[in-house]
Nanobody, 128 residues
Framework: QVQLVESGGGLVQAGGSLRLSCTASGRTFSSYANPWAMGWFRQAPGKEREFVAAIAWSAGITYYADSVKGRFTISRDNAKNTVYLQMNSLKPEDTAVYYC?????????????????WGQGTQVTVSS
C-alpha cells in the first residue's frame, strides 16, 4: 500500500510562488510491476476537483492543464519517492485545496479515476 503526504501549502500574494511536496511511503513505485504515475489535482469551494499536472514516474513525461501551463512545473525525486509542484506567477484563481494522487499508469492522466491513492490535501490561498 502507498500512503501520500503533502506539504508546502500556504498563503501567498498574487505573482508569488509556492512549492508543494508529496512523499509516498509504504512501497516504492519501482517495486510495482506496472508503471505508476503521480498527479496533482485541486478543488476550490463549490467546484469539482480538477486536474493540474501529472508525471509518468518511470519516463518522467509531464502533463499540464492549460490553465497552469508555463507557470507550474511538476517534477519527481526517485530516491525520495517524492513529487513536487513548483507554482510560479500565482493568481487568485489558483486558490484551492491541492491534492496529490498516485495510480497505475493507464495514460488517462487528466481523470481522477486513474488515481487510487490520494493525499489529505494542502490549502493554497493566493491573495490579490
Amino acid at each position: 500500500q502507498v500512503q501520500l503526504v503533502e506539504s508546502g501549502g500556504g498563503l501567498v500574494q498574487a505573482g508569488g510562488s509556492l512549492r508543494l511536496s508529496c512523499t509516498a511511503s509504504g512501497r516504492t513505485f519501482s517495486s510495482y510491476a506496472n508503471p505508476w504515475a503521480m498527479g496533482w489535482f485541486r478543488q476550490a469551494p463549490g467546484k469539482e476537483r480538477e486536474f493540474v499536472a501529472a508525471i509518468a514516474w518511470s519516463a518522467g513525461i509531464t502533463y499540464y492543464a492549460d490553465s497552469v501551463k508555463g507557470r507550474f512545473t511538476i517534477s519527481r525525486d526517485n530516491a525520495k519517492n517524492t513529487v513536487y509542484l513548483q507554482m510560479n506567477s500565482l493568481k487568485p484563481e489558483d486558490t484551492a485545496v491541492y491534492y496529490c494522487a498516485a495510480g497505475s499508469d493507464s495514460g488517462t492522466y487528466y481523470y481522477t479515476d486513474m488515481y487510487k491513492r490520494w493525499g489529505q490535501g494542502t490549502q493554497v490561498t493566493v491573495s490579490s
